[in-house]
């Protein structure tokens, strides 16, 4: 094949993989079919499974970026960090955009500065079903005159555009979460820092839910991430109910003495970073529960204020 020429001067889009071959060379292909023309960055995260080779002989000139081991999230940053264009969309392994949501997201990012990331409608399966945290997403009750679009107090990490100038000035995700729950952090960090969080329902995101996933690993990061992420950022009244939370999943775990052990030890090392945010992002995060709970939909607790698209279950 050919070289590839990235035309779009405006707009990247980087995704992260980890042994799924068969997953990102779909997604990867789906991406480089776009008529928007990114450049497509891929970030490999400690792949055993030939991914890298398979992509750099299918695609010569494609940027694959090969991580020594498995980053998690924190992946993300390295392919942020080579972005040289204004904004960044994001997307794992299986999760592609859809033709003419990047022009649209620069659209918006252009004409409201007040918004530092875009989240997209989430489209699940063969049957292109909406995810129901979308619904939720549109609903929310947060508003600002600035732009017309619902304001969130969360993003979906595969599934959201980024000014990149400030992805990277947050420092992006924080490795020590690896994964699970990790945009809560840096959601929080970009309102604190005074910019919006925007649901576009019409950016169209396609999520192939990948059958290699280890969902009771994945509870359990949740709960362990809610945590550190309450002690770093929220009231202490928050994180020791989010504490009592991980000590139950840790306790309900196969190896509960390992995960006790993990979560007392990342809770020290939070307390140590402990940078409380203002109150009114707090007044924010309430406002999004409350409607959730007076909704009643059947969506996930807290699925506009962290939605995580490689997990396939919010």
């Known amino acids: 094949m050919q070289g590839l020429f990235f035309l779009n001067r405006r707009i990247s889009v980087v995704v992260l993989t ?21 450049e497509v960055i891929v970030v490999d995260n ?6 890298p080779n398979l992509l750099a ?11 020594d081991a498995n980053l998690g999230a924190a992946a993300r940053n390295a ?9 960044v969309a994001f997307s794992d392994d299986d999760t592609d955009w859809q033709p003419g949501s990047l022009t649209r997201a620069v659209e918006l990012l252009d004409r409201h500065a007040r918004i530092g990331v875009l989240t997209a409608s989430v489209h699940v399966g063969e049957e292109d079903t909406l995810d ?14 600035a732009h017309p679009l619902p304001n969130l107090v969360g993003f979906m990490a595969g599934a959201c555009v980024f000014r990149t100038a400030l ?6 995700y924080e490795p020590r979460l690896f994964i699970g729950g990790e945009e809560a952090l840096l959601s929080l960090d970009v309102l604190q820092g005074g910019h919006d969080i925007a649901y576009a329902s019409e950016l169209e995101v396609h999520h192939r839910p990948s059958l290699a996933r280890d969902s009771a690993l994945r509870r359990r990061m949740l709960a362990r991430n809610a945590a550190l992420v309450a002690w770093l950022r929220l009231p202490c009244g928050e994180a020791l109910t989010a504490t009592w939370r991980a ?6 775990a196969g190896r509960p003495g390992e995960d006790l052990r993990e979560l007392w030890r990342g809770i020290g090392w939070a307390l140590r970073r402990r940078r409380p945010v203002a109150a009114r992002v707090l007044r924010m995060r ?6 959730e709970k007076n909704r009643g939909d059947r969506a996930p607790r807290g699925a506009v204020e962290h939605a995580d698209t490689s997990a396939s279950d919010w």
Do not use: I, K, W
């Open 247 to 252: 000590l139950g999943s840790a306790c309900r």
């Open 46 to 51: 400690g792949s055993t499974d030939g991914t």
């Open 79 to 87: 392919g942020a960090a080579r972005v040289t264009t204004d904004y």
């Open 18 to 38: 980890h042994n799924r071959r068969a997953e990102v060379m779909r997604t990867v292909a789906s991406l480089l079919r776009l008529p928007e023309r990114p």
């Open 57 to 67: 002989q299918t695609y010569p000139g494609l940027r694959v970026l090969r991580c």
């Open 167 to 172: 992805f990277n000035a947050l420092g992006g």
């Open 132 to 145: 129901p945290a979308c619904a939720l997403m549109a609903a929310s009750p947060l508003a600002h005159a």
């Open 286 to 291: 309430a406002a999004v529960r409350e409607a």
